[in-house]
């Protein structure tokens, strides 16, 4: 059957709308035009139009602007993320590594110039923390993003950064620094692992990350939410580290001896 008889063209805008807020939120309208491609016009349509049927909400001024998802965008891929094969894969190495080390953990994995949390063992680790409410971070200027650019190679690595600084400001990040970036990723390169200090969900909260490397790509990134207080940069390298090394390169080698990844 040919599907480019059937295709309908202003759904196919719809979901590139949705993509793009998904992407870039808080999303404003000169951002999502210059995304998208799409007239001003058209977009405010769309927009308008996801809005009303719940997927998008136009946040306030008072709360800073700009276009966000709602929970029903979830909804749209609720049944591929739950079957995919990283989750398969990584969900029982999670929670076996949070019986030895305690504190959360996520794995993340690339979309567009986001991670976003593919699973995590936070309902049964032992150290409770409050969630993040995001599930979806900036690829340039977050531990899970850089540790991921650490393991492509330097051109590519460098490809994506020049990409992310033409979108502007990723995810709504205020304090973007060019240079931030790329010193996490040089010290994801040097040390194996990266780290950003957060003050939400909670004051002094520290993620270390790791990249998931198969067949010299990364994969996904591994990552560790503790506290900076509680779990410092000695102790972290000598009581968890080489835990997490290990839990990434089980999820390397499971998705690899999947009949699907030949």
Known sequence: MDYSKEHIK??????????AVNELAPARVSTLVEHTGLPKPTLIRMLNTLVAEGYLLN???????????TPKVRLLSSAYAEGTLLTQ???PILNNLCEVIKWPAEMLV????????????????????????QKRFPLIDSSSGCAFLSALSVPDASEILTSALAHGLPGGVAQFSEERALKLI?????????FCDYDAPIQGTRVYSIPIVGRSHPIAVLTVIT???????KKFESDILHHIQEAAARIAE???RHPLTD
């Not at 202003?10 to 993509?19: A, D, H, N, R, Y």
């Not at 040089?186 to 692992?193: D, F, I, L, P, V």
């Not at 506290?227 to 940069?233: F, N």
Request: net charge positive; proline share 4%.
């Open 186 to 194: 040089q010290q994801a390169r040097s040390e194996g692992y990266c």
């Open 254 to 256: 499971g998705i690899a």
């Open 89 to 91: 894969v990584a969900q």
């Open 227 to 233: 506290l900076r207080d509680v779990l410092d940069l």
């Open 10 to 19: 202003s759904l196919s805008k719809g979901l590139s709308v949705i993509v």
């Open 59 to 69: 946040r306030p001024r008072a709360e800073g602007g700009g276009y966000v998802p």
């Open 110 to 133: 690339r979309d567009g110039l986001s991670m976003v949390i593919e699973v995590g063992n936070r309902a049964v680790a032992p150290i409770r923390l409050k969630r993040f409410e």
